[in-house]
């Protein structure tokens, strides 16, 4: 029995490392397609205002230094070949490997998108439930609106709203960057990062509420008007301990796996966060890549990414199926006629419960 | 004896909205007369759709907020609005729910019976759990389980474990026997039998009149959400000549037993 456990999870496990490296192979042939036909010319952005200084004979020398003339399909071959023995390559832009690029800024970005990511799922969690429970109300028409305004409404926009209001308004928050313009790197004070972290990681967190609010808010509603709630209250339960004991855990089940799944739109939503204020992490270093032509950052940028969202997705799996039994792979037991019933009697259809509805979809909702 | 529970002339209306904002009303129940006693087992008994389990609902104050009610409700000779039988829920009245679909589905069982206990006012929920499953054969093991673990049989046995942690004065017991054993069925109804004698007053919510006959002092018959007859169990005999109203002695007529005879209705 415990044999067979293991090799199950043994088995999953490997099934899940086999389809993380079908993807990245996926990921990194598409991204390397696109940025060979990417408008950009790579020397053009890579010498820059000087580019009339240099004549064609040194454009053609270093084009052929960095063998751009070669096929694409032998490119990849080559980058590829470089990857599967450790090595991203040197990126252009910042004239470092890119690992060390990655290795510096991603710490930076991790922050950022886990405080939006902490500050969106419990935030967004709460409304939900308040949402849900008071459906129908004031309180539920209020988070609905401004749910709905915040789902409509785009991060950078968001972003210059908050940075005109507090940072240029009110001069509470710094308007850009990570740390201190001007202040030698030992004497940043940890303060001194929050205060610069608050206002990027609310953009971002308040971009990615309104999903998790509007979930939450359904899954409540769906959990108040099952009938294990009917029957808790026929004992005398009172709204409160609906809530607390009937609902919470129905509500989270969902709303978990969203905001894991939510992982990517986060990335993406960082890339344009960081733009906006100025804040030295890896979606500045995305956007400087893309218009750089810096074809091994963006690539190592774009195969961390990958990594990070299949992971985050992978966690949400097991998290979700933790919380809601019926989606584990626990072995069933309990259905071996233990009580006494003849296993071939016809079973009331409500044995089986039907599979839980209402849950998000987790598909489609990519990079935005 | 006075009446515990008299229902007179109730009717529930569901307020739904079609397509823009026309309101449109739905007739659910158009007139339900029932009483029950202490010590007595009343069955409540009528086709699928009829309203049966909505009248049990209905007593326990849980109707969705779209019902309308119009009609009394008396408990313990003081009319009830729906907000006052929710009160009582749980203290003086208890529902015994028909399907595993009234457990939750993502907590274990033990948690879901500890919560009954607590809310029952048990001291020790923990001991009490065990022993309420323990009292219908139901092992220790159980607690660890989830609902959808469960075969029909065992959920509802916790259900009723769960329901009588806390003796009620009142138990409306929602289709408790649908789908299990003939064995079963028989030791499930001689329990709330039981429970009459010891002087609950209790409402099985059927449509498997044969079985009912046995254990109830009385048949509500119910039809398209009105009742229609009171009869006494033992009027249910030979052609059913003795019963007073024409459906149900249809309804008599047309058991297995009885030759699935049907030319009385129309």
């Known amino acids: 029995m415990a044999v067979d456990l293991l090799t199950a999870r043994l088995r999953g496990a490997v099934g899940r490392l086999l389809r993380l490296v079908l993807l990245l192979a996926a990921v990194a042939a598409a991204s390397f397609t696109l940025m060979a036909h990417s408008p950009i010319d790579p020397v053009d952005a890579y010498v820059g205002g000087d580019i009339a200084a240099i004549g064609p004979e040194q454009r053609a ?15 990849f071959g080559a980058w590829f070949g470089q990857l599967l023995q450790g090595d991203l390559g040197q990126s252009l832009t910042f004239n470092q490997p890119v690992t060390q690029v990655i290795g510096e800024r991603f710490p930076a970005s991790l922050a950022l998108m886990a405080t939006a990511w902490l500050l969106s799922g419990l935030f967004g969690f709460s409304l939900g439930v308040v949402a849900g429970v008071r459906q129908g109300r004031v309180a539920d028409r209020a988070i609905c609106w401004w749910a709905y305004t915040l789902a409509s ?12 209001v507090f940072s240029v308004s009110l001069g509470w928050t710094p308007v850009c960057c990570a740390v201190p313009v001007g202040v030698l790197a030992e004497d940043v ?14 953009t971002l967190s308040i971009v990615g509420v309104a999903p998790v609010v509007l979930h939450t808010r359904h899954a409540v509603i769906h959990a108040m008007a099952s009938d294990h709630v009917a029957f808790a209250r026929a004992q005398g339960e009172s709204t409160r301990g609906v809530v607390v004991h009937h609902v919470l855990r129905n509500a989270a089940a969902p709303a978990v796996l969203l905001q894991f799944a939510a992982l990517g739109e986060l990335f993406g939503g960082s890339v344009l966060a960081e733009q906006v204020f100025s804040y030295p992490g890896l979606g500045a270093a995305t956007t400087a890549a893309a218009l750089g032509q810096d074809v091994p950052l963006l690539l190592g940028i774009v195969l961390f990414t990958t990594v990070f969202v299949f992971v985050g997705n992978q966690l949400g799996d097991v998290a979700h199926a ?8 626990r072995p069933s037991r309990g259905r071996r006629g233990r009580d006494g019933e003849p296993a071939g009697l016809p079973a009331a259809p409500e044995a089986f419960p039907p599979p839980p509805t209402g849950e998000p979809e987790p598909a489609g909702r990519g990079v935005r | 004896m006075s009446a515990l529970l008299e229902v007179r002339g109730l009717e529930v209306d569901f307020v739904q909205y079609e397509r823009g904002l026309r309101r449109r009303s739905v007739p659910a129940l158009t007139g339900m007369d029932l009483t029950a ?59 015994l729910p028909q399907s595993v679909s009234f457990l939750d589905p993502v907590n274990p069982v033990g948690r879901q019976v500890r919560r009954s206990a607590r809310l029952a006012g048990r001291s020790d929920p923990r001991r009490a759990a065990e022993e309420a499953l323990a009292q219908r054969g139901l092992g220790p093991e159980v607690l660890r389980l989830y609902p959808h673990e469960l075969s029909g049989g065992m ?48 409402v099985v919510v059927t449509h498997e009149l044969l079985a009912v006959l046995d254990v109830a002092d009385r048949v509500v018959i119910c039809s398209a959400g009105r009742t229609v007859d009171v009869a006494d169990p033992a009027d249910f005999t030979g052609d059913g000549s003795r019963l007073g109203h024409p459906f149900s002695r249809a309804l008599w007529q047309a058991l297995p037993v009885n030759g699935l005879h049907v030319s009385g209705v129309s």
């Open chain 1, 61 to 75: 020398q270093i084009a052929e230094r960095w063998g751009l003339g070669d096929p694409p399909l032998e490119r």
């Open chain 1, 153 to 164: 409404a785009p991060t950078f926009w968001v972003g210059l709203l908050l940075l005109y």
């Open chain 1, 189 to 202: 004070t940890l303060l001194d990062r929050l205060q610069h972290l608050i206002l990027p990681a609310l």
């Open chain 1, 322 to 329: 933790r919380l809601d039994p019926r989606v584990g792979r």
């Open chain 2, 37 to 95: 006693s202490p010590g007595e087992v009343v069955a409540l008994v009528g086709a699928s759709g009829a309203g049966k389990s909505l009248l049990a609902h209905a007593v326990l104050g849980l109707l969705p907020p779209n019902a309308v009610e119009c009609g009394t409700v008396t408990y313990d000779g003081v009319p009830r609005d729906p907000a006052a039988r929710r009160r009582l829920a749980g203290r003086e009245t208890m529902l």
């Open chain 2, 155 to 202: 959920a509802r046995r916790v259900m009723v474990a769960m329901a009588t942690l806390r003796a009620p004065r009142l138990l409306l017991a929602d289709e408790p026997t649908t789908g299990l054993p003939p064995e079963t069925v028989r030791t499930t109804l001689a329990e709330f039998r039981q429970l009459a004698d010891d002087g609950c007053a209790v």
